[in-house]
C-alpha cells in the first residue's frame, strides 16, 4: 500500500509540475483486461456497429481456447443502461448494430475480453486490450469506421471497472487536432470522460491565420458523453486545454452529401 501511495503521489506531482507526465493511473487489483471507452450513436437516424474478435486467438494462437467478452453500455449521462456477456469461439468474430438493442439514444461503452488461459499474459505483465473498430452509419448508408482513441478503463479480478488515464488539478494540458474544419457544413466535438470526476474543457476557435475567433468552456461529468457544437462561427483550427493529459475527442463533420467521424 505504501508502495501504491509513493506511486500516485509521484504521479500527481509528475503530471501537476509537467515534469515527465504520465497519462495512467497506478492501480493495486490485478486487472484481467483493457478497454477504450468507445462512443455509440443510435439517434437522429444514425447507428453504430461492433465488430469484435476473439482476441486471444490473435494475441496467443498456440492455445486453442473460447473469450468471454463483457459489454458494458452507458448512456449520454453515465448510466450503465446495459450489461450483455457473449462467447467467441477460437478465432470466433462477432458484430451487431446497437439500434437493435438501445434504439434513440446515444453514449459510451466500455468491452472486455477474458480468455481462459491467460498465464502466458501474466507473466510478461500484460493485459489484452480491446481498441478495435465501430463503425457509424446514418440512414442506412455506408459505414465510416473509427478504432480505439484511448486505452480508458480496466476490468478487475474482482469485476471492479477503474479508470486507467491520469488527470491534473488545472487545465494545463493542450491538444490541436491534426485537421481543419473549414471544408464542411457543420462540425462537432465528442468527448466522452472515462474518469469518476468531472472535466473541465475549454476549447479555443481559431481562422485560417491562427486569429481566435471564439472560445467555449464545457464540463464533461464522469462517464459522460459530451457532444460540442462548433456552430456557424467561421473557424479552421481548434485548440482544446483540459485537465485530462490528452482529452482526445471524437471529431464528427457533416457535408453536403454525407459525414465524416474519426479522432484527431
Known amino acids: 500500500m505504501s508502495s501504491l501511495f509513493s506511486n500516485k503521489l509521484s504521479l500527481f506531482f509528475r503530471n501537476n509540475l509537467n515534469i515527465r507526465p ?3 493511473n497506478y492501480i493495486k487489483s490485478e486487472l484481467i483486461s483493457i478497454s477504450d471507452f468507445f462512443f455509440w450513436n443510435t439517434s437522429n437516424g444514425y447507428d453504430t456497429k461492433i465488430n469484435i474478435t476473439n482476441l486471444a ?3 496467443l494462437p498456440n492455445i486453442n481456447q473460447s473469450c468471454d467478452v463483457d459489454f458494458f453500455f452507458y448512456d449520454a449521462k453515465g448510466k450503465l443502461i446495459l450489461t450483455e456477456q457473449i462467447n467467441l469461439e477460437h ?8 439500434s437493435k438493442k438501445i434504439p ?4 459510451s461503452l466500455a468491452i472486455f475480453h477474458k480468455f481462459k488461459n491467460n498465464a502466458e499474459l501474466k507473466e510478461h505483465g500484460s493485459y489484452v486490450t480491446e481498441k478495435g473498430y465501430l463503425g457509424y452509419n ?4 455506408p459505414w465510416n469506421y473509427v478504432h480505439g482513441n484511448n486505452s480508458s478503463l480496466a476490468i478487475t479480478n474482482k469485476n471492479t471497472i477503474l479508470p486507467l488515464l491520469s488527470s491534473t488539478l488545472i487545465q494545463n494540458n493542450s491538444y490541436i487536432p491534426q485537421v481543419r474544419f473549414d471544408d464542411c457544413n457543420n462540425s462537432s466535438l465528442i468527448f466522452n ?6 472535466l473541465k474543457t475549454t476549447i479555443e476557435l481559431f481562422d485560417k ?3 481566435k475567433v471564439d472560445t467555449i468552456k464545457v464540463i464533461t461529468e464522469s462517464m459522460n458523453t459530451n457532444i460540442i457544437s462548433l456552430g456557424e462561427q467561421k473557424k479552421s483550427y481548434v485548440k482544446i486545454k483540459s485537465n485530462m493529459l490528452l482529452f482526445r475527442p471524437i471529431i464528427f463533420k457533416k457535408y453536403e452529401t454525407y459525414f465524416d467521424i474519426f479522432h484527431g
Request: charged share 5%; net charge positive; glycine share 12%.
Open 57 to 59: 486467438s490473435q494475441v
Open 104 to 107: 434513440n439514444k446515444y453514449g
Open 91 to 98: 478465432f470466433q468474430s462477432y458484430n451487431f448494430q446497437i
Open 209 to 211: 491565420n491562427w486569429i
Open 138 to 141: 446514418y440512414n442506412g448508408g
Open 22 to 24: 504520465n497519462g495512467y
Open 193 to 198: 470522460n472515462p474518469l469518476n470526476k468531472n
